[in-house]
């Protein structure tokens, strides 16, 4: 089994006196993709936001290979191979599409846009265009783009499926799947829990900030028990 390339251990987030993330620890092995489901308000965006640095964690510790990043400012993970994809995309509509990849590389020394645009021609063909015009898809594209132009070994998703049209979703999970297939590590953080869990290796289910359950995706997917409770109707 290789290293754990993220190792977080007993986090605890607080805002003011909302307790939203308590006791929280798993590891994602690298190569793998690891999901975070829940349902919303659980305090998954608040778990991956003290691992990428964009939140303080009151307490508990994140090892990205083997070193404590534990308050290390995103822009300094970026540099380092951890990217994180928030939640609602935030592009800057008014720059081109080709200035938000720019933007993707700057704390990362420059990085390689032309892969970005081999891989989503779409952004090639409109890159003189404010990254506003493009549908609520394509900017989740963008945002995803944005994020490996960094060339991160472990990217983290914040619901990258919110809002989008079924058909809009398959594609989402399609480049989530090529890019753990390229070597990327991917932590997904997702609502659409089973979608999440078909594309997983492994998940962890969070329930009032804390991890109620944790195992095979399959063996998740499999206990009624765990499904009829948190994952909802098909
Ligand atoms: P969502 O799917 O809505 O993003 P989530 O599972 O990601 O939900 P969090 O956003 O981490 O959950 O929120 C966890 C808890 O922390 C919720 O009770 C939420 O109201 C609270 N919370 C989140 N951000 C803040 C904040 N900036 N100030 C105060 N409370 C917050």
């Given at each position: 089994m290789s290293e754990p390339i993220l190792q977080v251990t007993d986090l605890h987030v607080a805002y003011g006196r909302v307790e939203?993330?308590?006791?929280v620890s798993f590891s994602i092995e690298t190569g793998s993709l690891v999901t975070l489901v829940g349902a919303n308000g659980a305090g998954k965006s608040s778990v991956i936001n003290a691992v990428s640095g964009i939140v303080r964690p009151r307490s508990g510790t994140v090892l990205f290979e083997g070193r404590d990043?534990?308050?290390?400012?995103s822009h300094r993970l970026v540099g380092q191979g951890l990217v994180q994809v928030p939640e609602g995309r935030q592009?800057?509509?008014?720059?081109?599409i080709e200035e938000n990849l720019q933007l993707g590389g700057w704390h990362a020394g420059g990085g390689r846009i032309g892969e970005i645009y081999e891989r989503f021609p779409v952004l090639h063909e409109r890159r003189?265009?404010?990254?506003?015009?493009?549908s609520g898809g394509e900017q989740q594209m963008l945002a995803i783009g944005r994020a490996l132009v960094a060339r991160p070994k472990l990217i983290l998703l914040d619901e990258?499926?919110?809002?989008?049209a079924p058909k809009v979703v398959d594609e989402v999970f399609r480049v989530i799947e090529e890019i753990r297939a390229g070597g990327t590590t991917v932590l997904l953080v997702e609502q659409n829990a089973r979608r999440a869990l078909r594309a997983a290796d492994h998940g962890y289910v969070l329930s009032s900030g804390e991890i109620v359950h944790e195992g095979s995706s399959a063996d998740l997917l499999a206990d009624d028990r765990i499904v009829q409770a948190y994952l909802g109707m098909e």
């Open positions: 939203a993330v308590r006791q990043i534990t308050r290390t400012p592009i800057l509509g008014t720059l081109t003189d265009l404010p990254a506003g015009s493009l990258p499926s919110m809002g989008l």
